[in-house]
């Protein structure tokens, strides 16, 4: 956070400030999704906003086929679904705003 005020080039971030609808394919409803980070940043007179979502690596693969069906593989293939959704609408959102989605993990951070 100190980067993005320390940075002369970024206007203005928010953290979960804005609210994209989705529907889950877990209960076919509407919900709402906070992306993480929306950055405004200015870079050769050109202003370009940024939705930002973190999440692990794990998450962001679809889950292996499994033999056998546990709990733990329901819930990581219903986490997915409901990522996956997530992003087709914050994908949409900013595409009919001239905004770019970007869904960043560990590795894109260099934690991993």
């Known amino acids: ?11 203005a971030w928010g953290s979960e400030e804005l609210i994209i609808p989705y529907i889950s394919p877990v209960d076919g409803r509407q919900h709402r999704y906070f992306p993480d980070m929306i950055i405004k940043t200015q870079k050769g007179g050109k202003i370009r906003t940024t939705v930002v979502e973190i999440k692990p690596e794990k998450q962001t693969v679809e889950p292996q086929k499994k033999s056998r069906i546990t709990k733990k593989y329901i819930t990581e293939v219903a986490t997915y679904g409901v990522n996956m959704a997530k992003w087709k609408a914050a994908e949409e959102y900013c595409a ?3 905004w770019e989605f970007k869904v960043i993990t560990e590795k894109d951070l260099g934690i991993r």
Do not use: E, K, Q, S
């Open 96 to 98: 009919d705003r001239g």
């Open 1 to 11: 956070m100190r980067f993005f005020d320390d940075n002369p080039d970024i206007l």
